[in-house]
């Protein structure tokens, strides 16, 4: 397997430029680095340059896909890199298991997971992913496979976990499940007007619910600015019904030469989602597919934002400074003339990860998406960042395709610590970007 593959791309639209595609075992074979910079790459769900590595070579790991085991009695699981979670949770969910943390689609690879060291709707109860990782095989270009567990390797276990693929080739992973009654979920929407009350219930609902997350209708101004939808659900008991039927998944049926994405559309969207919602307080039993994943029916659905792609940006903020800086980052936004589809805020808890480079902290996440305009949407995104770092947050890695050096290091001032531990062989367009590395 040799040639450029123009095909391959995150999420957010970046292509790989020059990429050399590699099988697994390929690589295996030869790993020196004197062949030039590698890293894997799963099913390309990073929204940034992570994922990629202009001129060098990417491992497409995804073809490394079967379950090696399955313990229906503890709930340990073991497969291979480049299984999606979507195959676990086919496997696992009717034995009684569900992942404990989850991303918000089911399309990553389970080391895509452990390398970005996800997040979920429930990171104030369990965590990050990392937390749940008992093991894994870590392949490194001097040819060694390691065992990497928190007694076993540790260094490597913790660099690795959140490492963004920089320490090696993940080639199998052991994760500990966690039990659950049924498929289904009991969720509560909540509809508030303002950021207070978003607080005020997000303060309220870590206590009481495993599940919890706001969409922000990111295009309301005056007395409505900060309005939003909040969502909290805890897995459903056990129920003699049948279990909800999985609903098809739909292709978006073009490529638009133009974003769809803009404030007339968002301002339609936003006002019929924001319908669409109960407004009784009364909880919903409904299936955790549309819970966990409910972009996930759309196939392809990032192509709305026209032939540029989008650029995601998230950020994490200190509890002390979360509500003026949230704020502020809304506000610029609107004044930019930008149109944020999937703007979300949460509150993380204080549950440390055992990974060196993992993203939450103890405060709020604002998540918002854009069109990419080029130099435009770049000088908002830079203002945001500003925002963060001021406020003593962190922007999130995994997430982007633009932030600078300088809001690297103030985001991860230890990076060098773990940089001892990146794998000589392996590099990425991110890396290079924000380290000059």
């Known amino acids: 397997m040799s040639g450029a593959r123009s095909d391959i791309r995150s999420w957010g639209g970046l292509a790989a430029q020059g990429s050399q595609p590699l099988a697994p075992e390929a690589w295996m074979a030869d790993p020196s680095p004197q062949r030039g910079p590698v890293l894997a790459y799963g099913n390309g769900r990073s929204y940034g340059d ?11 790991a995804r073809r490394l896909d ?97 490492g963004m693929g920089l320490t090696g080739l993940i080639t199998q992973v052991t994760l500990q499940l966690m039990p659950v009654a049924s498929a289904e979920m009991q969720q509560e929407a909540i509809h508030f007007d303002g950021l207070d009350r978003f607080f005020a219930i997000a303060a309220e609902s870590d206590a009481t619910h495993d599940y919890t997350v706001a969409w922000v209708d990111a295009l309301a101004s005056g007395s409505g600015f900060g309005r939003g939808v909040f969502f909290r659900a805890n897995h459903a008991p056990a129920s003699n019904r049948p279990p909800s039927r999985p609903r098809r998944s739909l292709p978006f049926p073009i490529r638009p030469p133009v974003p769809l994405i803009n404030r007339v ?32 029916r759309v196939r392809n659905w990032n192509r709305a934002y026209g032939p540029n792609g989008l650029r995601q940006f998230q950020c994490a903020i200190p509890m002390t400074h979360a509500r003026d800086a949230v704020e502020e980052m809304l506000r610029r ?14 509150l993380f808890g204080d549950v440390p990860s055992p990974g060196m480079m993992s993203f939450p902290l103890a405060g709020a996440t604002l998540t918002l998406d854009v069109p990419n305009r080029g130099a435009r949407t770049t000088r908002l995104l830079d203002e945001l960042d500003a925002v963060t770092l001021a406020a003593g947050g962190r922007v999130n890695p995994y997430k982007d395709a633009r932030m600078s050096p300088a809001t ?15 794998d000589p062989g392996f590099s990425s367009s991110f890396w290079r970007r924000v380290t000059a590395g």
């Open 66 to 162: 079967r379950i090696l085991a399955f313990d229906r009695e503890s709930g340990l699981v073991s497969c291979e890199a480049g299984v999606l979670l979507d195959d676990l949770l086919k496997l696992v969910v009717p034995a009684g298991w569900f992942p404990p943390v989850t991303p918000g689609t089911c399309f990553v690879t389970i080391a895509g997971a452990l390398a970005n060291d996800v997040h979920g709707k429930n990171h104030h109860r369990a965590g990050t992913f990392g937390r749940h990782v008992r093991a894994f095989e870590l392949v490194r270009s001097d040819g060694r496979r390691l065992t990497c567990a928190p007694d076993i390797n540790g260094a490597l276990f913790a660099a690795t976990i959140g």
């Open 408 to 422: 690297f290091e103030a985001s991860f001032p230890h990076w060098r610590d773990f940089a001892a531990h990146i």
């Open 50 to 60: 992570s994922c990629l590595n202009d001129g060098g070579r990417l491992i497409l």
């Open 265 to 296: 559309t968002l301002r339609a969207f936003n006002a019929l989602y924001r319908a669409m919602q109960p407004r009784s307080p009364e909880p919903r039993r409904i299936a955790y597919r549309p819970f966990f994943y409910p972009l996930d």
């Open 333 to 346: 936004t609107l004044a930019a003339g930008e149109a944020s589809f999937l703007t979300v805020l949460k």
